[in-house]
């Protein structure tokens, strides 16, 4: 199987050929740490850690290498701290574990190196030296600058002209530069603001620096794929590349540029002066991780995704569908639990269509297509005890890929929201179960009816079964 992405360096779609199949190597922008993640950053994270699930199934788990940077060192985490006056590292740490639990709930996979900006300060001067020798930087006032001149086709990825290069990275026409569109590799600290000991004088780094310098360091100087949200497109990825490819010649670093659409919320830009600014941890507190995980991947991930409340109940009730088959498939597999397709490894088990619509640039909504026709498929006609049993394997295997189908499917109908208050708890319901179960017994079926209708009025569903009774909030 080969997979096809697309490569915003080209604007086409094409076959990924790793570098070296041993070790395929992709970088990720990671999040600025200064507040809570949003759910666009979370848009971002999951788009790649498909593409990480699925190089990790075709080559191999320990032939994928993922970075993603955590930036700890910008004008908006000193901005977070004068405002609140909370030490910068506290800030950085609070907010660094925080994107943690939270992408950890949506389901992501940790990538294999996570380096973050001020560890890498050592390679980053190297880095201006480098550019600085090269003749493409110029140091002056305690800045050091790009010189964008001295790169014929600075620009290549987002295909502005000078004039839009220039208005599009709204920069400030600063004395000390030769050209509008010279950007900051090195700058000045006060000291106050977090700075390091360097030949400019004590200063920190410009952002694109960073991941140029991180993703040398943990991939080499070319690797295979490089992604990011599209607006990372200018000025950042472009920065970065003028960067990497004059320190270490051009046709270096990375092959394929992917960038992520969008996310709007009901339509709108999210921001946090419209009010619609949504954190992952506030989403979470409402809909499960997988929820949030599917009502992303219905949309392909080069498309812009619209959030909303609707577009979060559709995903609700497709993930209440799926599970809702495993549970019914359950006796059938019980009896038949020593077959080794249950024992198979995660990856086994992939449905061919699935996998191709994966490789097919990231279609997730069309892998999302084949689970349902193989919940169809089961839901409708069970067949043969080994067919179901094949079928289920397929959708849970296929579905787990997509880091969807992970809960146990009793346990996914007894969750409730965090956020929920007032309901009740699973130890309350047993309970009431318990009761009713003993005013049968008694013959007093107007109390366990009374009971019954009381769970249900408080979206409680039980249901009979031949090995007693199970229930599910509605
Ligand atoms: P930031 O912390 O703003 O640098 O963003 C981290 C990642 O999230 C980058 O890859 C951004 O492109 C991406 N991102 C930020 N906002 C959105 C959004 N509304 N929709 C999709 N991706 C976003
Ligand atoms: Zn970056």
Redesign the pocket.
């Known amino acids: 199987m080969t997979i096809r992405l697309h490569n915003t360096l080209t604007r086409r779609v094409e076959e990924l050929t790793p570098l070296d199949p041993s070790n395929v190597r992709m970088y990720v922008?990671?999040?600025?740490v200064y507040d809570y993640a949003?759910i666009?950053?979370a848009?971002?994270v999951l788009a790649f850690d498909i593409l990480f699930r699925l190089l990790r199934h075709e080559f191999g788990a320990d032939h994928v290498t993922y970075a993603r940077n955590i930036?700890d060192v910008d004008d908006k985490i000193i901005a977070a701290h004068q405002a609140s006056g909370e030490p910068i590292g506290s800030i950085t740490e609070r907010t660094t574990k925080a994107f943690h639990e939270d992408i950890a709930a949506l389901g992501a996979l940790p990538p294999n190196v996570e380096p973050r900006a001020t560890q890498h300060i050592g390679e980053m001067i190297a880095l201006v030296e480098t550019l600085l020798a090269k003749g493409h930087a110029y140091a002056t006032e305690g800045h050091v600058l790009f010189d964008v001149t001295s790169m014929p086709d600075y620009g290549m990825l987002s295909r502005r002209n000078r004039d839009e290069l220039i208005a599009g990275a709204r920069v400030e026409i600063a004395p000390y530069k030769k050209d509008p569109a010279d950007f900051v590799l090195w700058k000045p600290s006060t000291p106050d603001q977090p700075g390091w000991v360097s030949p400019w004088g004590r200063g920190r780094p410009g952002w694109h620096l960073e991941c140029s310098a991180m993703s040398e360091k943990h991939l080499g100087a070319t690797f295979d794929i490089h992604g990011?949200?599209?607006?990372?497109i200018f000025p950042h990825h472009e920065n970065e590349i003028a960067q990497s490819a004059c320190a270490h010649g051009h046709g270096t670093f990375a092959k394929i540029w992917m960038h992520?659409?969008?996310?709007s919320v009901e339509g709108e830009k999210?921001s946090k002066s419209l009010g619609n600014f949504i954190t992952i941890r506030d989403a979470l507190k409402q809909h499960h991780g997988e929820t949030i995980r599917l009502a992303m991947l219905k949309t392909h991930y080069r498309q812009p995704l619209d959030w909303t409340a609707e577009g979060l109940k559709q995903a609700k009730s497709t993930l209440d569908r799926l599970y809702r088959v495993l549970l019914e498939i359950r006796p059938i597999q019980n009896a038949h639990a020593p077959l080794s397709v249950w024992a198979a490894s995660d990856t086994t088990n992939i449905h061919p269509k699935f996998l191709e619509a994966l490789d097919d640039d990231l279609n997730s909504p069309m892998a999302l297509a084949v689970l349902n026709t193989i919940a169809d498929g089961l839901f409708n006609d069970r067949g043969s005890d080994e067919g179901v049993i094949v079928a289920a394997a397929e959708l849970l295997r296929s579905a787990n890929l997509l880091g969807l189908l992970r809960e146990d499917p009793e346990a996914w109908f007894k969750w409730q929201p965090a956020g929920a208050g007032g309901g009740l708890s699973d130890g309350d319901i047993d309970a009431s179960i318990q009761a009713r179960l003993d005013s049968r017994k008694a013959k007093n079926f107007a109390e366990a009816d009374r009971i019954r209708k009381e769970l249900a009025d408080a979206g409680v569903i039980l249901e009979d079964g031949p090995n007693g009774t199970t229930w599910r909030r509605g």
């Open positions: 922008c990671g999040p600025t949003h666009g950053n848009r971002a930036t990011g949200g599209i607006d990372l992520n659409g969008f996310l999210m």
